[in-house]
Antibody
Framework: EVQLVESGGGLVQPGGSLRLSCAASGFTFSSYWMSWVRQAPGKGLEWVANIKQDGSEKYYVDSVKGRFTISRDNAKNSLYLQMNSLRAEDTAVYYC??????????????WGQGTLVTVSS | DIVMTQTPLSLSVTPGQPASISCKSSQSLLHSDGKTYLYWYLQKPGQPPQLLIYEVSNRFSGVPDRFSGSGSGTDFTLKISRVEAEDVGVYYCMQSIQLPLFTFGPGTKVDIK
């Protein structure tokens, strides 16, 4: 059974940093693109970032470029999101999701339960 | 950037009755590889999104056959043949033709009358 379990969310002040983690199990982690998708309270879904199987390619939505860094550790079956210079508008539930596709993921087939990040003073 | 719109934004359905949600994209989602990169997700209350339909009309593993997807180009539809209580939640369409971006529609909230 595919499982994705996020952790690391919490309350942080504007301008602060936070590191999210996602522990994967039930599949060969190193064979899949992985992604972060977020959802602001009461709002819709927004893709945040993708990372290739070997970590050699990373892509971000414009609003987080230069502030967020996606990474992975295939030996630990783990995905990470380092979030710096956080803003109030980054407040959201952050989901870890598995990407499916060929040379680039086209959709997400499994999602974690999410971890809440609140940016507030 | 491609903009996804959905109608209606909310829908109240009697159990056993059909339901239909429309999704429109601002540009064609038909790729030169012949595939159309349009997907449907359902987010049940308090849960993460779950994949229902991939590439317009293919049901994901375990998805009941009362769910069906259709459409082409820029116009797509998700149909539920007979709504059940467990189908409540927010339905999102998503496009992935414009790499590396993934764009979701605003969502359609479905509840039971």
């Amino acid at each position: 059974e595919v499982q994705l379990v996020e952790s690391g969310g919490g309350l942080v002040q504007p301008g602060g940093s936070l590191r999210l983690s996602c522990a994967a199990s039930g599949f060969t982690f190193s064979s899949y693109w992985m992604s972060w998708v977020r959802q602001a309270p009461g709002k819709g879904l927004e893709w945040v970032a993708n990372i290739k199987q070997d970590g050699s390619e990373k892509y971000y939505v414009d609003s987080v470029k230069g502030r967020f860094t996606i990474s992975r550790d295939n030996a630990k079956n783990s995905l990470y999101l380092q979030m710096n210079s956080l803003r109030a508008e980054d407040t959201a539930v952050y989901y870890c999701a598995r990407g499916v596709g060929g040379s680039y993921p086209r959709y997400f087939d499994y999602w974690g339960q999410g971890t809440l990040v609140t940016v507030s003073s | 950037d491609i903009v996804m719109t959905q109608t209606p934004l909310s829908l109240s359905v009697t159990p056993g009755q059909p339901a239909s949600i429309s999704c429109k994209s601002s540009q064609s989602l038909l790729h030169s590889d012949g595939k159309t990169y349009l997907y449907w997700y359902l987010q049940k209350p308090g849960q993460p999104p779950q994949l229902l339909i991939y590439e317009v009309s293919n049901r994901f593993s375990g998805v009941p056959d009362r769910f069906s997807g259709s459409g082409s180009g820029t116009d797509f539809t998700l149909k539920i043949s007979r709504v059940e209580a467990e189908d409540v939640g927010v339905y999102y369409c998503m496009q992935s033709i414009q790499l590396p971006l993934f764009t979701f529609g605003p969502g359609t909230k479905v509840d039971i009358k």
